[in-house]
């Protein structure tokens, strides 16, 4: 019990993730950098590594404005439930062995609903600070919102379809001898394109687009909210990812030799370097492509990773059957 | 011409290996061009107090100033020396360009932020 | 005349009569302060969901009063001041002013000041549709291609530091001449990385006819037909891009361009797309052209003394800046300061075309089509009067205008 909540709180739990958080936000900011050929965070910490954490700092004793017209209960206490939902997810995902640290048989289903009240807290959000640009912000996030929903869902579930359980940890336990990725490299495709819909980065940074709208939803944010939000959708990369490492990867499992390291080490490294080869390749994707308007995103994920999706589902089905 | 996605991908990869473009400046010098056009420096043995530059200064930065008479003949008239304001030179050169004593000469050097507006006039002109 | 003038009166009064029908509700104010904007000025978007039905611009958020200030300083400093009107086109803008000065005095310009002139023209000419590109990108969400377009051209704007002594504002054009000449030792070192650029340039030109997300942003947006353009003045790439040969290098040649060969870029129909390869093919003519007039550049003076004091008469100059055709008037009275100046800049040109290219798209459209014209809103801003029920159009003195301000603030000081 001890032990369950000791994990919850700081491995595999809250500290873990806020401080992977950080790191994935310098990992993106320094790759980015290097493939443009600049420098990236330089000055605070090692190579910059401690600039993630200066940002959230120093956003938190900025002062707080709030528009005159904005709904005040939603603006002050919403930005807290956007910023519970991938600390809860990460319970679920086994980091630290093939047991996650709080499982039960539906807690993907569980995963699933968490992924659409984040989406839901933040389109009250954006339409609760009642300026132009977030009015626009908002209808671009709802839009794409249903768009990417469907095939996200539907590939997320393929897995489980493979395994007949609705619970990660035993998926995660299935891909002990093989990894899901061989048998479905489409639904992986899906997935991946949707969480960058999901986590808005190009090409589907359409509700927070910088040059357009000022931040989109993000705009009449400031001080601590901001901060809160923008670790916020650090954590929902780290989650994203992680989900994708168990679903797909095989989680933390690989070759343990024996000897008298303790076994969790093992099992955390080759998650972590599953989990930063996955989010290497989100950061090269995001930086290749331009972004999309919302009528092609949506055209896009209707016309294309729906069908593409649902096909992989029903092979998976055929094959297991 | 066929559509590709990703034809970026490449040039990354080779970007990512190479060294960074960015300049090192503030903690490495910068490396500047031989005419490079910074602060403007004066001469005082040279200059005869003509008054040249400050006719042709574009903002009118330059104030001749009172420091004593010459002797013209048997007449006693006033001899006037310059007074830069730097914080005001655009580093243009006109000045440089028609001083016939060649007193006035543009430095590479640009790093003149103060906090006090005082330090940018250059007054070590005003000799005798 | 009399009855064009007419005609855009008219105009403007149904567009101040079809204002009242729009309500608040669909007005997205674009402006003056957006992210997609570098100067400010003020668009009101009558949306429709995300459709763009009108656009009406209000400009004048950067008047600097520049032609009045021309006429309190003497010829030769007016060229300081003209230079910084816009920091992209700067020596556009005081070769020009030299230009129409030089028309006044009759002297004959030293031919090697003219292929320096022309050096450096195209050198900027370089600089800001290699700036531009990078724009492009940035405001289609295609961060990378900015970075990389932006490296490159710091290769362009070092070498000008090596000419000039400065980078943007380079102070290089005089009265009869230029105030330096190009360092014969460098020259190879320039030719050498000019070239590099043109193989850069020829890699820009493939991701930006090869990437998808890019292509989905870019074609078919921003499109209107050449006759359109035609009568609505526009200048520049744009009318280029739409197929219409006019450039004034080729049209009445200044500098050296009689001496140089040019090849005129043209393509086929406007559209944002095709405006970004017009300016891609411009920038390799224009190293072509850097590199023959280096090589061929005849020895001589650079620069000749003149009086300060011009002539009375009156002259107008063209150039082809780097947006397009840019118009200075000068007026002289036979003293040491000008009497009149005016200065027509491309991007007022453009802009009526730039509205009309928006209406139809969506609101993530309006940066890239705003910047296709390549704006400068800097030097865009004039001032003129117009009375709209009496259709008189005029101008005040300087005296008139401080007459109206005092007036204005301090009422109880009336006359």
């Known amino acids: 019990m001890i032990l369950t909540i000791l994990q919850a709180l700081i491995l595999p739990g809250i500290a873990f993730t806020i401080t992977l958080g950080f790191i994935f936000e310098w990992l993106e900011r320094k790759t980015m950098a290097r493939m443009m050929g600049r420098v990236g965070p330089m000055v605070a910490g090692p190579a910059g590594v401690l600039q ?71 389109a009250v959000l954006s339409y609760a600070s009642a300026s132009s640009f977030t009015t626009v912000a908002s209808g671009r996030l709802v839009l794409q919102y249903v768009s990417y929903e469907i095939p996200l869902v539907i590939s997320i579930v393929t897995p489980a379809l493979l395994v007949g359980s609705l619970s990660i940890q035993e998926i995660v336990q299935a891909q002990s001898s093989r990894w899901n990725l061989l048998l479905m490299p489409f639904s992986f495709a899906v997935y991946i394109v949707a969480l960058l819909a999901e986590l808005e980065k190009p090409p589907f940074d359409i509700p927070s687009a910088k040059t357009e709208i000022v931040a989109g939803w993000l705009t009449e944010f400031s001080g601590r909210a901001l901060a809160f939000l923008k670790l ?89 059957g | 011409m066929p559509r590709k996605l990703g034809s970026a991908v490449p040039e990354m990869i080779r970007t990512l290996i190479q060294p960074p473009v960015t300049e090192g400046y503030p903690f490495k010098p910068l490396q500047l061009s031989e005419r490079f056009r910074g602060k403007l420096d004066v001469d005082p043995e040279r200059c005869t107090g003509c008054g040249v530059c400050a006719l042709v200064c574009p903002v009118f930065c330059i104030d001749m100033i009172d420091v004593g008479t010459r002797k013209v003949g048997d007449r006693e008239l006033p001899l006037k020396k310059p007074e830069f304001d730097l914080a005001i030179c655009i580093s243009c050169g006109e000045c440089v360009d028609n001083c016939a004593f060649n007193a006035l000469e543009l430095t590479r050097q640009f790093e003149l932020a103060t906090a006090n507006k005082q330090d940018m006039v250059m007054r070590k002109a005003l000799v005798k | 005349m009399h009855d064009t003038f007419d005609k855009t009166v008219q105009d403007r009064k149904e567009t101040s009569a079809g204002l009242m029908q729009y309500s608040a509700e669909n007005l997205v104010p674009f402006g003056p302060i957006h992210p997609a904007l570098k100067e400010p000025e003020y668009f009101k978007l ?118 000039a002594g400065n980078r943007i504002h380079k102070s290089l054009a005089t009265i009869e001449g230029v105030k330096r000449d190009i360092p014969e030792p460098l020259i190879p070192g320039f030719i050498e990385r000019l070239k590099y650029i043109t193989t850069r340039v020829h890699y820009y030109r493939n991701v930006v006819d090869t990437e998808s997300t890019l292509l989905i942003r870019t074609e078919g947006i921003g499109k209107i037909s050449a006759d359109r353009l035609e009568q609505l003045c526009a200048v520049g790439p744009l009318v280029r891009a739409a197929g219409i040969p006019r450039d004034v290098r080729r049209d009445d040649p200044y500098a050296a361009y009689n001496d140089v060969p040019m090849d005129l870029v043209t393509k086929s129909g406007v559209d944002i797309h095709t405006l970004m390869q017009q300016r891609l093919d411009e920038v390799v003519v224009s190293v072509n052209m850097i590199i023959y007039a280096l090589e061929h550049m005849p020895p001589g003076p650079v620069k000749l003394r003149v009086p300060p004091v011009v002539p009375k008469g009156e002259n107008a100059s063209h150039v082809e800046a780097p947006r397009g055709e840019l118009f200075y008037f000068v007026k002289s009275n036979g003293g040491r300061m000008p009497e009149r100046v005016k200065v027509r800049t491309p991007t007022l040109a453009n802009l009526p075309s730039a509205l009309e290219m928006l209406k139809g798209h969506t609101l993530a459209d309006v940066p890239v089509v705003l910047t296709g014209i390549d704006p400068c809103f800097g030097c865009m801003d004039r001032l003129s009067f117009l009375d709209r029920d009496s259709q008189k159009l005029w101008r005040w003195s300087g005296e008139e205008l401080r007459q109206y301000g005092i007036h204005h603030y301090f009422p109880e000081r009336k006359k």
């Open chain 1, 232 to 320: 916020s959708k650090e954590l929902g990369l780290v989650f994203g990812a992680s989900l994708a490492v168990a679903l797909f990867l095989g989680g933390p499992l690989g070759p343990v030799p024996q000897s008298i390291v303790p076994v969790e080490i093992f099992y955390t490294t080759y998650f972590l370097v599953k989990l930063f080869a996955l989010g290497l390749l989100i950061f090269v994707v995001r930086t290749a492509l331009a972004r999309l308007k919302i009528i092609d995103a949506a055209v896009l994920f209707w016309k294309i990773l729906l069908p593409l999706s649902l096909a992989q589902a029903f092979f998976v089905l055929v094959v297991k």
């Open chain 3, 46 to 163: 009558i949306l429709e969901g995300e459709r763009i039905v009108d656009v009406i611009p209000r400009i004048g958020y950067v008047h600097r009063g520049l032609e009045k200030a021309a006429e309190q300083r003497p010829w030769i400093q007016n060229i300081y001041m003209f230079e910084r009107t816009c920091g992209i086109c700067s020596f556009a803008h005081s070769t020009a002013y030299v230009q129409a000065v030089e028309g006044l005095l009759l002297y004959k310009l030293p031919e090697r000041a003219k292929f320096i002139r022309l050096v450096v023209a195209e050198l900027e000419r370089i600089h800001s549709h290699l700036l531009w590109i990078g724009l492009m990108g940035h405001w289609a969400g295609f961060e990378t291609l900015f970075m990389w377009v932006w490296k490159d051209r710091e290769i362009v704007l070092d070498i000008v530091e090596a000419i």
């Open chain 1, 52 to 122: 993630p954490l200066a940002d959230f700092v120093k956003l938190l004793y900025k002062e707080e404005v709030m528009p005159s017209f904005a709904d005040k209960t939603v603006f002050r206490y919403a930005p807290g439930l956007f910023f519970l939902a991938p600390l809860v997810s990460m319970l679920f995902v086994p980091v630290i062995g093939p047991s996650a640290v709080a499982s039960f048989s539906l807690d993907l289903l569980l995963i699933v609903f968490i992924l659409a009240y984040a989406t839901f807290v933040v």
